[in-house]
T-cell receptor, first 113, second 113 residues
């Protein structure tokens, strides 16, 4: 079956450092890769997404890179701040091409002041 | 109502009981989804609907049913709850069933004893 693997499961960084979370997917036809952030006790919210016609997308301190050949994509957060502490989920399309998403297992990011 | 809402916020339920989790959105989105969130497993799709009157199965549909009588409402029913259905349940919606942002509700924390 198809799968989205996300690593690491937990990540602790010092404020100001960078954080990188990586996801791999199995369906080579996938062409949409969103990242969601979930703060403690809150709902997941989209923070950035990338489509397969681009290799990188940036939005202020966050960026996503995509390597379709290797079938992996990564979330990069620079100059981390305590408010970046949250659980981050990647996702990739289900192979049925119905608009459904398969989510990764999540990464708990802790930014230490 | 603004956005997407869920009820109840939390519920403790005896095994074998029937339970309906409610989800309502006022964004006139065509697509709606139900996920369950379990630690270490991320968000797993239970059922989805791409428009009123149609539903489909996700990754973990067993023990759950849904209906989509109109655009706004997408209730999730557990016919006979079991302890393994203890989880946090999120409803989500998107304009269409395609590769775009999903908007999540606040979640329902369900405990089955």
């Amino acid at each position: 079956g198809e799968n989205v693997e996300q690593h690491p499961s937990t990540l602790s960084v010092q404020e100001g450092d960078s954080a990188v979370i990586k996801c791999t997917y199995s369906d080579s036809a996938s062409n949409y890769f969103p990242w969601y952030k979930q703060e403690l006790g809150k709902r997941p919210q989209l923070i950035i997404d990338i489509r397969s016609n681009v290799g990188e997308k940036k939005d202020q301190r966050i960026a996503v890179t995509l390597n379709k050949t290797a079938k992996h994509f990564s979330l990069h957060i620079t100059e981390t701040q305590p408010e970046d502490s949250a659980v981050y989920f990647c996702a990739a399309p289900h192979s049925s091409n119905t608009g459904k998403l398969i989510f990764g297992q999540g990464t708990t990011l802790q930014v230490k002041p | 109502i603004a956005g997407i809402t869920q009820a109840p916020t939390s519920q403790i339920l005896a095994a074998g009981r029937r339970m309906t989790l409610r989800c309502t959105q006022d964004m006139r989105h065509n697509a709606m989804y139900w996920y369950r969130q379990d630690l270490g497993l991320g968000l797993r799709l239970i059922h989805y609907s791409n428009t009123a009157g149609t539903t489909g199965k996700g990754e973990v549909p067993d023990g759950y049913s849904v209906s989509r009588a109109n655009t706004d409402d997408f209730p999730l029913t557990l016919a006979s709850a079991v302890p393994s259905q203890t989880s946090v349940y999120f409803c989500a919606s998107s304009p269409i069933l395609a590769w775009n942002e999903q908007f999540f509700g606040p979640g329902t924390r369900l405990t089955v004893l």
